[in-house]
């Protein structure tokens, strides 16, 4: 399998109940040649502090932007300006994912190359 970048976008939102949970649910992946790019929608709360908190170690990886709010769609086509991954994903916070998310993927890619 090859090692493309893979752009992960997550808009933020009063994130802080799933910040702990989402954001380990993309460092425990077993494919790790990823960036985030987090974009937070105008939060009022601690997000930003406590997101940075989170990810002290991977800053390297990260991409935080902040913009005024106007929702999911909106963040997410901010998110969508500033990848450079050569594959997207989309994750909302409080979803989770399984360790083997993103390599699974990839491998559907390279099992079916005709898949745009």
Same mark, same amino acid.
């Given at each position: 399998? $090859?090692?493309? !970048?893979?752009?992960?976008?997550?808009? #933020?939102?009063?994130?802080?109940?799933?910040?702990?949970?989402?954001?380990?649910?993309?460092?425990?992946?077993?494919?790790?040649? *990823?960036? !985030?790019? =987090?974009? %937070? %929608?105008?939060?009022?709360? $601690?997000?930003?502090? !406590?997101?940075?908190?989170?990810?002290?170690? *991977?800053?390297?990886?990260?991409?935080?932007?902040?913009?005024? $709010?106007?929702?999911?769609?909106?963040?997410?086509?901010?998110?969508?300006?500033?990848? %450079?991954?050569?594959?997207?994903? #989309?994750?909302?916070?409080? %979803? #989770? *994912?399984?360790?083997?998310?993103?390599? $699974?993927? #990839?491998? =559907?890619?390279?099992?079916?190359?005709?898949?745009?």
């Amino acid at each position: 399998m $090859n090692s493309p !970048l893979i752009s992960i976008v997550v808009p #933020l939102y009063q994130a802080v109940p799933h910040l702990p949970s989402g954001l380990n649910g993309i460092k425990n992946q077993t494919y790790t040649n *990823w960036e !985030l790019i =987090a974009v %937070d %929608d105008g939060c009022t709360d $601690n997000t930003k502090n !406590l997101f940075h908190e989170i990810n002290e170690d *991977w800053d390297n990886k990260i991409k935080y932007i902040e913009q005024k $709010n106007g929702g999911g769609f909106a963040a997410r086509n901010t998110g969508l300006d500033h990848v %450079d991954g050569e594959y997207i994903a #989309l994750f909302d916070i409080d %979803d #989770l *994912w399984y360790p083997h998310h993103l390599e $699974n993927c #990839l491998q =559907a890619f390279d099992d079916c190359p005709e898949v745009d």
